[in-house]
């Protein structure tokens, strides 16, 4: 197969959530152009003569593309979903903070007014944590795990590592997922364990140096199926 029809193609579905529909017109696509060159190589012609040919033969290819839009009665669907993925997240973000707020103001507060024992404040503060951290994360678990299966492949662009038509890529996609939620696990066990918040957040940046060595490891996903 001629990479720069592959190429031409794989740019053509950059930014078109990666349905089913639009796998198999991106398959059909794809091996219609390879049958156009192949052909005009045979003919005589360069490879730019057949690469160009090639395109000029398939006609407007918008056309095709347009037929991957969501329907009608879908969009009202996703832009629901949207609000509330937004409004979810929002809450889980103030939760948190909330959360974080009283581990520090708490015991500082009993300290400054002597209105209580320190040590139980301080043990109160840490227990509102925890029912904060359990409140947002349960949150945004369930919003993501509630996205209706028709309305998933709109919310994102495809993401620019992993071809999703391609059990590699799907595969990748899935351990993205995965790995982020075995961070928070270790950032939060951590967290707790230690009490060494000030610190633990470097966590993260080792968990980002990980995961891009992991891209780096797992190669163009794309077309390898």
Request: proline share 3%.
């Amino acid at each position: 197969m001629n990479s720069k029809v592959k190429n031409y193609v794989d740019v053509l579905f950059n930014d078109i959530p990666m349905t089913r529909k639009a796998a198999e017109l991106k398959e059909e696509i794809l091996s219609t152009l390879s049958e156009h060159f192949e052909a005009h190589l045979a003919e005589g012609k360069s490879e730019n003569q057949a690469y160009t040919e090639s395109l000029s033969d398939m006609g407007d290819i918008d056309e095709l593309l347009e037929s991957l839009a969501p329907e009608k009665e879908l969009k009202p669907k996703i832009d629901e979903y949207r609000r509330k993925r937004a409004r979810n997240t929002a809450v889980a973000v103030m939760v948190y903070i909330i959360g974080s707020l009283c581990i520090c103001s708490i015991p500082a507060v009993s300290a400054v007014f002597n209105v209580w024992d320190p040590a139980k404040a301080a043990i109160l503060g840490f227990i509102i944590l925890l029912l904060c951290v359990a409140v947002a994360t349960g949150l945004l678990i369930y919003t993501r795990m509630s996205v209706p299966q028709d309305v998933e492949p709109f919310l994102e662009k495809k993401d620019s590592h992993f071809d999703m038509s391609t059990k590699k890529g799907r595969f990748w996609a899935s351990l993205k997922k995965l790995y982020w939620i075995v961070a928070v696990i270790i950032y939060l066990s951590i967290s707790f364990l230690t009490e060494a918040w000030y610190i633990t957040w470097l966590i993260w940046l080792v968990a980002s140096a990980v995961w891009q060595a992991l891209l780096m490891f797992s190669g163009n996903m794309e077309g390898d199926d």
